[in-house]
């Protein structure tokens, strides 16, 4: 082979090992699931004969669908919205400079780093009525006097699963705001302060356009994230009772490896996936648009 | 050391400062601080109706005993060459990924870095089904072969992204010095480029390594020998149906977190800025 067209084959034998990797890995599956989706699998999951749109009718059709959708937008909605404010305020108190700081930095790490199935069990503890961590603290306080049932009706799980998924979603904002922060030329705010600018005036007119880049990449890769969350439903209440726990991704694993249902199964995740796919083009042509400036 | 004094409203907003973060602290501690004390209580003690916050009696004993009631060391040893061994597939493919996305023009790469940023969507979770089958086909299931596949294509995005952007920031100049005295691209990476990135390369290695320590869906579906499953599903042997032994569970979980977080407190910094500036300048 001559120099030249060496030249120009060179880049792509750079990107095979990724590309095969992700092509077996990601690319095949999806393909795999878009085909069983289309068909009829049976239970030990061997793909039969092309039935059209069969398994999203049925899928549609089933009674706990509708709620399973509404738990999914009201969990990633929230979980999103709430950790991204909290995230930010947590954010600006730790731009202050104080003795400590470093260590409380270390310290909010703490749930970023630690698997999500080791939090949801630990929440399952404390929040369990008989013998959880918090009746207890609460009674040494002497707060309450008998034990309260925290978790009276499947709603009730089911925020504690999205406080649970706030608590674990905010260091990730916090830290992604924080550098952005850390970036911004303090003699703009020197400079306001002149000016007469009280704090709001302040945070509005200067620190939050700042960060606003930040803001906008830890809320799409959080959408992305939260939606896509699996272990904290899964290990608190799988679900249960009667779906009023489910979103999208408890409830297709549970139609696939319990109730052998894989076509359906299949026809939720392309659901699934087309709904992220609308989110992660906007953040793609977002990315893509600043890449050409 | 003072060079003005502070008037009161600074003093009052200070104290206000440390009263909120301490708090923050606190709340953020407080899962770990149940699990720690949890785990040094004993089955009685936890299941309790009159329980305390510390245990009455505590049984160190629990960390030492957890070890003999399910095979944690088999566990850690399975996660530990998952993580690793998804860590150096994931570098493997990725560094010259990136290193093409870097430094080439050629004719597809906008797509590809537009393939990059969506599959991030594409948790294992949505793709459980498909993968499942994948696995099937290669012989690959309750094989901690394929997890270690599975971990290092799902982490490709995020390797990429943060390789690409530590090597955009280095001038391409020495490298093509180099190539100029006789190098090859290849040696002008591993002897020029590589050693100048290896604080970026650093933070994305332990990225990767956390993340498929971490990992949970793909291991529970893929892996069903006892003997093979890493730490966040086998210990779950202690979270049966019938009876769960939290404070085993506690302690196990205690060991399989400990050393993720101090990894990560290393690398937390470097981490974020890596993460905005790869999403945000590209």
Redesign the interface.
Known sequence: MNKKKFR?V???I??A??????G???I??????LR?SLSKVTRA?IVKEFTGFDNFLKVIHTSAFPMVLKNTVVWTIVVVGLSTLLGFI?AL??N?K?K?RK?????????????????A???K??INT??G?LN??LK?LGIIEK?INWTPTAGAYFAWEIACGIFVTIPFVC??V???LQSIDSTLYEAATVDGCNYWQKLFKITIPLVK??LT?STI?NI??VF?S??IIWTMTKGDPASKTDTI?TY??KL??YNGK?GE??AV?VI??LI??V???V??IS??R??ED | MYTKKLTTKQIILKILLYFVVIDICIFTLYPYFAMFCSALKSRAEIFSVNGTILPVEPMWSNFIDVWKRAPLAQYAINSLLIAGGSTLLAMLCGIPAAYALSRMKFKGKTAFLGFVIVSQMFAPVVLVIGIYKVMAVLGFTDSIVGLIFVNAAFNQAFTIWLLRGTFMSISPEMEQAATIDGCTRIQALIRILLPVAAPGIVTTLIFIFINAWNEYTVALTLISTDTSKPLTVGINIFNGYNMIEWQYLFAASLFAILPVVILFMGIEKNLTSGLTAGGVKG
């Open positions: 120009k060179e880049p792509y750079w990107m090992p990724s590309m095969i990797l992700m077996i890995f990601i095949i599956p999806i393909f795999v699931i069983m999951g947590l108190i730790l202050n104080f400590g260590i409380a930095r270390a310290i909010i790490v703490f749930p970023w780093a630690t698997t999500l199935v080791i939090q069990s630990v929440w503890f404390i008989d013998y961590t207890t603290l040494t034990n830290f992604t924080l550098s952005g880049p930040q990449i890769l992305i994230y896509n699996f272990p991704v297709l694993y696939a490896f894989k199964a299949a995740s699934g996936f992220l796919l989110c992660s083009s953040y793609m990315v893509l600043k890449e």
